[in-house]
């Protein structure tokens, strides 16, 4: 029994437009699991189990992971459906690819920036992030050859 699968072949690979989509994905679970987390250690388990009728105070770290998910929200939300338009119609060109990438890059930098107060950065990584948006929506609708 050989214990590396040799009949793999590059072609049966995810391409990095469809990575991107389950990373705008993973991204947001986590950055709801760091809001949860951060919640729960600031005001403890009783208050995350209630009925939550009085919201808590948006500030420091839990504000920055709410306000973290609520962006990585939006921006999955601008970057998947052009992203799976381009994958249906099989229209992935080198722009496509790049793109993905760079927006994957973009939204980590950006979580971690805004988790750990670091706002210049964070503004650039959003701004990175929103041209890649730009990018593929762009692509979804005008073939380039």
Request: proline content about 5%; charged content about 10%.
């Amino acid at each position: 029994m050989a214990l590396i699968d040799t009949s793999f072949k590059p072609e049966d690979m995810a391409s990095i437009e469809a990575i991107s989509v389950v990373f705008a994905a993973v991204l947001v679970w986590l950055s709801a699991l760091v809001q949860n987390v951060s919640n729960a250690s600031e005001r403890g388990a009783k208050y995350v189990m209630s009925d939550r009728s009085v919201s808590p105070p948006l500030q420091g770290f839990f504000g920055r992971a709410t306000r973290t998910l609520a962006n990585n929200i939006e921006s999955a939300l601008m970057w998947v459906p052009p992203v799976v338009v381009i994958l249906m119609l099989h229209r992935t060109t080198w722009i496509s690819q790049l793109s993905a990438a760079v927006y994957i890059g973009a939204r980590v930098v950006f979580a971690l920036s805004y988790w750990l107060k670091i706002p210049v950065v964070r503004s650039w990584a959003w701004l990175v992030g929103m041209v890649c948006c730009g990018a593929v929506a762009v692509l979804a609708v005008v073939p380039i050859t």
